[in-house]
Antibody, heavy 113, light 106 residues
Framework: EVQMVESGGGSVQPGGSLRLSCAASGFTFRSSWMDWVRQAPGKGLEWVANIKYDGSEKYYVDSVKGRFIISRDNAENSLYLQMNSLRAEDTAVYYC??????WGHGTLVTVSS | DIQMTQSPSSLSASVGDRVTITCRANQGISNHLSWFQQKPGKAPKSLIYGASNLQSGVPSKFSGSGSGTDFTLTISNLQPEDFATYYCLQYKSYPRTFGQGTKVEI
């Protein structure tokens, strides 16, 4: 069974940092592109970033470029999102996704003073 | 960035109805389009990829069509479990962009 389990969400003050993790199983992680997608409370879906199976290519939405870093550890079947200089508008549920086909349950990030 | 415009933003329907949701891209995306269903408090679920290909396990009541800039998602014989919000997504170029969503309500 394909499964992604996100962790690392929580409350942080503006300007702070958080690192999200996603533990993947049930598919060949090391051969798969992986994505992060977020959803602000009561809003639609926003694609955040993705990473090639070997980590050699990474893409970001403009609003997080220079602040967020996507990475992966294929030995651990894990995906990460390092979020720095957090803003109130980054408040959202963050979903880990296997090539936008299967999704985790999400982890909530709240940025507030 | 490619903009995806869904219509309508919401619709009211009844059990047994057939509904159609439209997604329009502001530039050609070939068939690089997916559709997702999302229920309140749940993660999105992939329904269709490549504009018209059903994901494994998705019932055939869902169908997609289109190419270029105009796409449709059709749901036949609407059932209570189909009441949800539906999103399109283009994956022709970066950044990937979603439509704003269509809420299907009773």
């Amino acid at each position: 069974e394909v499964q992604m389990v996100e962790s690392g969400g929580g409350s942080v003050q503006p300007g702070g940092s958080l690192r999200l993790s996603c533990a993947a199983s049930g598919f060949t992680f090391r051969s798969s592109w992986m994505d992060w997608v977020r959803q602000a409370p009561g809003k639609g879906l926003e694609w955040v970033a993705n990473i090639k199976y070997d980590g050699s290519e990474k893409y970001y939405v403009d609003s997080v470029k220079g602040r967020f870093i996507i990475s992966r550890d294929n030995a651990e079947n894990s995906l990460y999102l390092q979020m720095n200089s957090l803003r109130a508008e980054d408040t959202a549920v963050y979903y880990c996704s296997w090539s936008l086909n299967s999704w985790g349950h999400g982890t909530l990030v709240t940025v507030s003073s | 960035d490619i903009q995806m415009t869904q219509s309508p933003s919401s619709l009211s329907a009844s059990v047994g109805d057939r509904v159609t949701i439209t997604c329009r891209a502001n530039q050609g995306i070939s068939n690089h389009l997916s559709w997702f269903q999302q229920k309140p408090g749940k993660a999105p679920k992939s329904l269709i990829y490549g504009a018209s290909n059903l994901q494994s396990g998705v019932p055939s009541k869902f169908s997609g069509s289109g190419s270029g800039t105009d796409f449709t998602l059709t749901i036949s014989n609407l059932q209570p479990e189909d009441f949800a919000t539906y999103y399109c997504l283009q994956y022709k170029s970066y950044p990937r962009t979603f439509g704003q969503g269509t809420k299907v309500e009773i």
